[in-house]
């Protein structure tokens, strides 16, 4: 049995590699890929030579980048985490035969998973298998978006999803699938408005398409419009929290522009040209605002024994029974045959195509 894998050689550089497949060890199972969502962000930044890890040295213990040797080195031989399999072999009585479940393995048609190193989240039966590739990681990066809200507001003591939002006005910078995803939670769980802020026409039709307002940030000041909208007392006006969600310096800006004074931006994106552009002089300064990086790596300090990544897996889950229908219909832009994601990968990174959502299907 061998299994095809997509491996970054080089930047630029894509191929679909056939190895052996591992033999079934007591106490694992081996999944067959039914779906693969590509995240055009992390993924692409592999194959563009950007990705930070492919040119200096991560140091977890010190939390710092230092020069020296690749820490991912090509060739990239796991890319993608957004993988839905089913179980054709199992050796454990923790993972029957026959569930399909998600998991974050990498662009491959087959698996061998130790359940005891790795997850695996079964999918109930009423979700559409496909837009399960959410439910392993992609889903719970923005729900740990809402879970930093929440604790920005009440510490340790968050009982819900929605407590960073509930009642509060919400903009969202950039209509990318982790944005909408965002918006999508926000307004599930109780947001009193929700706008998204995106330049890009298509990208707002899509916002627009899943039920939630716009704005485009190249028309009318989008700062002066929300904070004309969004009042709160003399000389206190705008966005309760932002959820920034675009890896570029101008988004980041804007997004503290668009806060009320001691506001906090929730930043959700990966800033592969780092940001420049950001003036931190100006309203950061002036507003005493706040910017939190939430990244799925880590929930809030101090959530992890009440929110770990399972629960926010459910919590994605429950976003997907509600909004499925829609996001299937306008989120997913399309659905490629796994061969052809070599193509694919470079096609999107050389901007020969442009894409939301990518799915490799077998």
Known sequence: MRDKVVVVTGPGRVELVEQDAAPLRPGTFRVETLHSGVSAGTELSYVKGTNPYLNVT??????????????????????????????VESDTPAVAVGTVGAMTYGHRTGWLADPVAERFVPLPDDLDPLLGVYVAHMGPICANGLLHAAADLHGTDVRALGDGVRGRR???????????????????????????????????????ALGLETLDPDADDPAVVLKTRWAHTAGDRGA???????????????????????????????YQEGADAVRLGEEFHHNGLSLRCAQIGRVPRGLAPTWDRERLSAETIDLLRTYGDVMRKHLVSAVVPFDEAPTLLTDLADRRRQELQVVLST
């Open 58 to 87: 991560w140091n977890a213990d010190l939390g710092l980048f230092q020069p020296g040797e690749a820490s991912t080195p090509y060739p990239v031989n796991r890319l993608g985490y957004m993988q839905v399999g089913r179980v």
């Open 240 to 270: 309760d929290v932002v959820f920034q969600c675009r890896g570029q310096a101008w988004a980041l800006q804007l997004a503290l522009r668009l806060l009320r004074p001691q506001g906090t931006v929730i930043d959700l994106a990966f």
């Open 170 to 208: 919400v903009a969202v910078v950039g209509a990318g699938v982790v944005a909408l995803l965002t918006a999508l939670f926000a307004r599930r769980n109780g947001a009193a408005s929700v706008v998204v802020l995106d330049p890009t026409p298509h990208r707002r039709q899509v916002a627009e």
